[in-house]
């Protein structure tokens, strides 16, 4: 059974750091991409951070050289740090581990519960 558990959100000030961890099982860590993915109230949930198996990373502009995302394939985990936090980076944050396999390719797709993310002073 696939799980991906989400921690490390709170509430951070403004110009504060944050971690995220998601701790993933029952997959082959090492052959999913992992993302971050964000839904703040009323908004659709945007894609914020996203690193291949390999390490190549892409991120949405808003957090670019704010967010660092990264990944311990012998931890089964995937990071995302957090600085300079604005109260828009506010919204529950979910991790999303997903691969393609096959002809036609599948696509393999898992998501964790979410993590609250406040920023407020």
């Known amino acids: 059974q696939v799980q991906l558990v989400e921690s490390g959100g709170g509430l951070a000030q403004p110009g504060g750091s944050l971690r995220l961890s998601c701790a993933a099982s029952g997959v082959t860590f090492s052959n999913y991409a992992m993302g971050w993915y964000r839904q703040a109230p009323g908004k659709q949930r945007e894609l914020v951070a996203v690193i291949t198996g390999g390490g190549s990373t892409n991120y949405v502009d808003s957090v670019k050289g704010r967010f660092t995302i990264s990944r311990d394939n012998a931890k089964n985990t995937v990071y995302l740090q957090m600085n300079s936090l604005k109260p828009e980076d506010t919204a529950v944050y979910y991790c999303?581990?997903?691969?393609?396999?096959?002809?036609?390719?599948?696509?393999?797709?898992?998501w964790g519960q979410g993590t609250q993310v406040t920023v407020s002073s």
């Open positions: 999303n581990a997903e691969k393609f396999l096959g002809v036609p390719p599948r696509q393999y797709d898992y």
